[in-house]
């Protein structure tokens, strides 16, 4: 059964770098996402991407934040200056469609911790 | 602003039995709801939704209830198994999902 996966599964770096997280969606899925979960709190939405672009993105993105598809394949978040409270897993999902409605697959995650 | 909430962090319940986990949420143009589950080291699964044309849809072991009036939807997991053993997360929105903090359910042998 096709899936979501993303590397790397945990990722440790200093405060102030730069971090790039991957991840393969589903091969003929058509949009993707990026979510995040603090430890212990709730899963928040950070971005959608389709076609190329950027169609939602939450509160939380700013302007540290960038999403690309580099290929045909990879889907990467890049948080370019890390802070302490950027500690957190990182969802990426992808899904066929763009509604609502459809169900969105989930990577297992990156567990990304700044210290 | 927590226009999700899972009020219960954990809930054991004895294998056989019910587990029932509730969500609440505030914003009255929600009219899509689901529930995913979540084993460790993985990431969230898709488990039932259901939208605000209905107030039930079952599948198997569960059955997600809905009710506008209170915006209040719940799982029901019958009977519970071992493998229920999760956290349990329920979602809603109308054009983007918002998520709740999370149940984790025990199921004890």
């Known amino acids: 059964e096709p899936e979501v996966t993303q590397t790397p599964s945990h990722q440790v770096t200093q405060m102030g770098q730069e971090v790039i997280l991957r991840c393969v969606p589903i091969?003929?899925?058509?949009?993707f996402y990026w979510y995040r979960q603090i430890l212990g709190q709730k899963v928040e939405f950070l971005v959608s991407?389709?076609?190329?672009?950027?169609?939602?993105k939450s509160e939380i993105f700013d302007d540290q934040f960038s999403v690309e598809r580099p290929d045909g394949s990879n889907f990467t978040l890049k948080i370019r200056s890390t802070k302490l409270e950027d500690s957190a897993m990182y969802f990426c999902?992808?899904?066929?469609?763009?509604?609502?409605?459809?169900?969105?697959?989930f990577g297992p995650g990156t567990r990304l911790l700044v210290l | 602003d927590q226009q999700v909430k899972q009020n219960s962090p954990s809930l054991s319940v004895q294998e056989g039995r019910i587990s029932i986990l509730n969500c609440d949420y505030t914003n009255s143009m929600f009219d899509y709801f689901l529930w995913y589950k979540k084993y460790p080291a993985e990431g969230p699964t898709f488990l039932i939704s259901?939208?605000?044309i209905k107030d039930k849809n079952e599948d198997g072991r569960f059955t997600v209830f809905l009710n506008k009036s209170a915006k209040h939807l719940s799982l029901h997991i019958v009977p519970s198994q071992p493998g229920d053993s999760a956290v349990y997360f329920c979602?809603?929105?109308?054009?983007?999902?918002?998520w709740g903090a999370g149940t984790k359910l025990i199921i004890k042998p």
């Open positions: 979602a809603a929105g109308y054009y983007q999902l918002i």
């Open positions: 091969s003929n899925h058509l949009y």
């Open positions: 991407f389709y076609n190329n672009e950027i169609s939602e």
């Open positions: 259901i939208s605000s």
């Open positions: 999902a992808s899904s066929l469609g763009g509604q609502i409605q459809e169900t969105q697959y």
